[in-house]
């Protein structure tokens, strides 16, 4: 069973002088009702992401992300922004309201405050502000994922700006310093694509 004390003072806030006060808030209820009472609030996660986002890595912050929704059991499937009912990261893309969350271990998902349209270019969005992960679209919905192991066996320039590459693991990995080149020139591939940016270069992977 979880230690739920431990955890109350990992990420709730409390120390070690909190313990009895503990005992006595958390007596006598399940264990999912002494998780919702002491997961942090949308605010302070929010607030611990950006500072991990913006003084280590993006890695650092999702990382944090990813361990707190596993631990004090976050995971959401149906996020939305007008039931609030586990904390989620709030994003500002194009000027509009987003959150990223993690679906299930390892599945972050991206979704929108309204409906929005997902464009090859909103996807290299997301992208650059993640750029440890690869994001794609799946069923209307947004999802990020880690990169993993990536061995390259043979490179082909499509054009000045815009190369090929084969993984050996049976991936194409397009690579370039234009996204508009660069899909350009993926119009003739067909398969499942994931999206990466890194270090301003675009980077489509074709399953």
Request: hydrophobic share 35%; charged share 25%.
């Amino acid at each position: 069973m979880t230690d739920i004390k431990t955890l109350a003072l990992k990420y709730g806030g409390y120390t070690s002088l909190d313990k009895v006060y503990l005992d006595q808030l958390l007596a006598g209820k399940t264990e999912q009702e002494q998780l919702a009472l002491i997961t942090p609030p949308p605010s302070v996660v929010n607030a611990y992401f950006a500072e991990l986002y913006q003084k280590k890595s993006p890695e650092a912050a999702t990382d944090y992300f990813a361990k707190l929704s596993h631990e004090l059991r976050l995971y959401n499937a149906e996020p939305s922004f007008t039931i609030e009912n586990k904390p989620f990261i709030r994003l500002n893309l194009s000027g509009k309201s987003f959150g990223f969350c993690y679906e299930e271990e390892g599945l972050g998902r991206i979704f929108s405050e309204t409906e929005e349209a997902i464009t090859a270019d909103f996807l290299f969005e997301i992208a650059q502000i993640f750029p440890h992960q690869l994001v794609y679209e799946e069923s209307g919905k947004i999802y990020m994922k880690a990169i993993g192991e990536e061995e390259v066996v043979s490179v082909e320039s499509l054009t000045p700006l815009t190369d090929l590459e084969n993984l050996a693991d049976g991936r194409k990995r397009l690579k370039g310093y234009s996204q508009e080149d660069l899909l350009q020139e993926a119009v003739v591939f067909s398969g499942k694509r994931y999206f990466r940016s890194e270090n301003r270069t675009a980077m489509l992977y074709i399953d």
